[in-house]
């Protein structure tokens, strides 16, 4: 997909700062799809694998130095993906991902939470302490006991939602959201880091294979089309 061009008239173009195969990139990826905002998205491409998000200039956009980071036509940034979903699910005035009532909206980010803490963030603990993670130039602090915790409070997650999809179709109800989001993220880095969703959770499992035959899910690695190299100042 060529970037739309930022002269032409229309909605103002906001640039997303992330990486491509990125678990929590994917997260707002698929927001993005399923909003159908695609055309007023530029990507720029942030190299976690040399630790471009820990660089000043990327700091200066996000001081958490992590992907993503939506960036607005007049230079605002918003990092965190659920800030960053909730902001684009806002933007048509008809939010299908966050919620339309209070309830909706209360038990959707609940589980979106809970698909964040008990599945996702355990997972990239896992990942940075108990694997060789982004490799020693990135990874200052390891702790491979605390990984291997985190490994298994993933599993427990995975079972934990295997139990609400056994009697729903989606994470919250009937329709997809931001929480089903948040916990495809999580079986995304899963399955980037080799751990197995348990064999007895087959209710996730058959959740999973339905998610990834959305277009959203499904696509989400070449919408950016060629990656757009960040400016380097060192
Ligand atoms: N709470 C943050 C959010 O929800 O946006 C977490 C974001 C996050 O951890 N992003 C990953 C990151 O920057 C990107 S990816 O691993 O999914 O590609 N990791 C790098 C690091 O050093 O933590």
């Not at 660089?55 to 939506?70: C, D, I, M, Q, R």
């Not at 940075?128 to 298994?152: F, I, K, M, S």
């Amino acid at each position: 997909m060529a970037s739309p061009d930022p002269k032409t008239s229309g909605p103002a173009l906001m640039t997303i700062h992330d990486w491509p195969t990125g678990p929590y990139p994917a997260r707002v990826r698929i927001a993005l799809a399923e909003k159908n905002l695609q055309s007023r998205i530029r990507f720029v491409s942030v190299d976690l694998w040399k630790g471009e998000h820990k660089w000043p200039e990327f700091l200066a956009k996000n001081y958490s130095g992590t992907l993503p980071v939506l960036e607005l036509a007049d230079g605002t940034f918003i990092a965190e993906c659920t800030a960053i979903t909730v902001y684009l699910d806002a933007l048509d005035g008809a939010p299908t991902l966050t919620g339309r009532t209070p309830c909706e909206q209360g038990l959707i980010q609940m589980m979106s939470k809970r698909a964040e803490l008990e599945v996702l963030d355990a997972v990239s603990v896992y990942f940075h302490h108990a694997t060789p993670g982004l490799g020693p130039d990135v990874e200052l602090y390891q702790n491979a006991e605390w990984g291997l915790r985190q490994r298994d409070k993933a599993q427990r997650g995975m079972r934990y939602f295997d139990g609400i999809l056994r009697t729903q179709p989606f994470v919250v109800g009937d329709a997809f959201s931001m929480a089903d989001i948040t916990l495809i993220g999580g079986l995304i880095f899963a399955g980037l880091v080799d751990l197995a969703v348990p064999a007895e959770c087959t209710a996730l499992q058959a959740w999973y294979a339905r998610m990834q035959e959305r277009p959203s899910v499904r696509n989400r690695v070449t919408m950016s089309g060629p990656a757009v190299a960040p400016p380097r100042d060192r």
